[in-house]
């Protein structure tokens, strides 16, 4: 099992930057591909980007492409989330999933979560 907390969202204003943070309890932290998710008020989750267990590989959605840079550091059991360019769009509570074995980019697929962190950019 893995626990996770997010950390890092806030108000901020369009073009900022944030970096959210992933912090992961356990030790087979490395067991896991994460990937980080966001809901805006009266929409569907929807994938933000994810990076497989040994960081080689990573994908994004088309909307942050560009924008956004997702790592990971195994040593410190956390996964980074860098937002540049911020836009009012990219208002969401944003979350952290794990899941043993490859990424994915649908939700669904996804076994543990954390509670969130809200990022809200003014305009």
């Known amino acids: 099992q893995v626990q996770l907390v997010e950390s890092g969202g806030g108000l901020v204003q369009a073009g900022d930057s944030l970096r959210l943070s992933c912090a992961a309890s356990g030790r087979t932290f490395l067991l896991f591909a994460v990937g980080w998710f966001r809901q805006a008020p009266g929409k569907e989750r929807e994938f933000v980007a994810a990076?497989?267990?040994?960081?080689?590989?990573?994908t994004y959605a088309d909307s942050v492409k560009g924008r956004f840079t997702i790592s990971r550091d195994n040593a410190l059991n956390t996964v980074y989330l860098q937002m540049n360019s911020l836009k009012p769009e990219d208002t969401a509570v944003y979350y952290c999933a794990a899941r043993r074995s490859g990424y994915s980019r649908g939700y669904s697929q996804y076994d543990y979560w954390g509670r969130g962190t809200q990022v809200t950019v003014s305009s």
């Open positions: 990076i497989s267990r040994s960081a080689d590989t990573t």
